[in-house]
């Protein structure tokens, strides 16, 4: 921006008016006397001429008409020097407005920008979302077995506690359930374990599944029945046909009992030695964490438990249960690497039976697999 300087323009001018009289002074003299000048100028008042001396405007002297155009330069340099500064502040004005114009406009994106800002998102998102589909997912199944162990743990119990017995034999569930076996079924003792069962388990509700002791195609029955999908294969079943009761929060859960519990072919002695206790397996439960729905597979919303002497319901292949089972489990290592085998997605052998044990006794409550 050219910036103009007032006082160079000032002191030429100045000099170029003010270094003679002639011809010059008359016409100064005569545009000096213009009456609108003088209302628009106003008095001169005192000014310096270029030889020194001061002379005032009301002073009607021929000097006045030799400096006239002197005092008139004068006050018309002043008036110029303003109108200099109105310029330049008015275009210094109009600048600050116009920076602070563009500095308040807002970013703008192009359309460019915007898609290819998109197409990251989309990337990002089709890479992580399937895994954070899966933890919920996981988190959900975790959250429900823990409720349905809760809730078989708190039914037996009371069970035992009510009818005031210390073996799970001398129970009255006991007595009627152990006679329906599995391929043996019938509706009367079907109804009488019923009514025990909906008495200690939330008032729950017979599923028959007579129609179902037929069939054989895990198509029919999976879904339908206490089979479910095995975890490493899901092209093959695995279950029994047990009575399945319907609990009221959409849970079904189907309960087998031996006709006798069984005892570890183990001393006493050689199982506190690896750190257990003595069990005796009464039977086995199976629990659905959401009914019929899918994905009616083990290891995921399918668990299978053992139910033993003392009432307790614990993870089949747990700690307990396999130092029963034989010496061969007795370190902890070899019934760790037992538990991981049997509940291992990846491998087309694993059933998925030992996956409460894996989730309870060795993750913390995590399902890592």
């Known amino acids: 921006m050219l910036v103009l300087n007032r006082e160079v323009i000032f002191m030429k001018l100045k000099f170029l008016s003010c270094i003679g009289g ?35 405007n009301s002073r009607h002297s021929e000097r006045k008409r030799n400096t006239c155009h002197c005092a008139l ?17 008015k275009k210094m004005k109009l600048n600050m407005q116009a920076d602070a114009h563009n500095a308040s406009r807002k970013a703008a994106f ?46 037996f119990r009371q069970m035992m506690a009510e009818e005031g ?10 007595a009627v359930i152990k006679a329906v076996g599995s ?13 025990v069962i909906s008495k200690y388990f939330q008032k729950a509700r017979l599923i028959s599944r007579a129609d ?9 029955l999976v879904g339908k029945g206490p089979r479910m999908w095995n975890l ?10 047990n009575m399945q009761y319907a609990l009221p929060n959409g849970m079904t859960m189907s309960i087998y009992l031996h006709d006798t519990c069984s005892k570890s072919s183990l001393s006493e002695a050689e199982i506190a030695a690896a750190g257990g206790k003595m069990t005796k397996d009464c039977g086995m439960i199976d629990l659905d964490l959401n009914g019929e729905r899918n994905p009616n597979q083990w290891g995921r919303d399918g668990y299978r438990f053992t139910l033993i002497q003392n009432g307790s319901v614990v993870p089949m292949y747990g700690k307990d249960e396999l130092i029963n089972l034989r010496s061969s489990y007795f370190t902890s290592e070899a019934r760790e690497n037992y538990i991981k085998e049997n509940c291992n997605p990846k ?16 993750d913390n409550w995590e399902m890592k697999y």
């Open 110 to 155: 192009t359309l460019a920008e915007v898609l290819i800002t998109l197409g990251i998102i989309g990337v990002v998102a089709a890479l992580t979302l399937p895994s954070l589909v899966a933890n919920y997912k996981k988190s959900q199944y975790v959250n429900g077995l823990k409720a349905g162990y809760s809730i078989l743990n708190n039914g």
């Open 183 to 195: 391929d043996t079924d019938t509706v009367a003792s079907e109804q009488a374990a019923a009514k």
């Open 22 to 56: 002639g011809a010059h002074s008359n016409d100064f003299e005569l545009f000096c006397g213009d009456e609108k000048i003088t209302k628009k100028l106003g008095h001169f008042g005192f000014v310096k001429l270029h030889n020194g001396e001061n002379i005032s």
């Open 73 to 89: 330069v004068a006050q018309s340099l002043s008036l110029v020097s303003e109108g200099l500064d109105g310029v330049q502040s």
């Open 165 to 174: 017995v210390d073996d799970i034999e001398d129970t009255e569930l006991f």
């Open 347 to 362: 491998s087309t052998t694993s059933k998925g039976f030992s996956c409460a044990a894996r989730i309870i006794e060795l």
């Open 212 to 220: 179902l002791i037929t069939k054989s195609s895990c198509k029919d």
């Open 232 to 241: 490493g294969d899901k092209t093959q079943c695995s279950g029994n046909y």
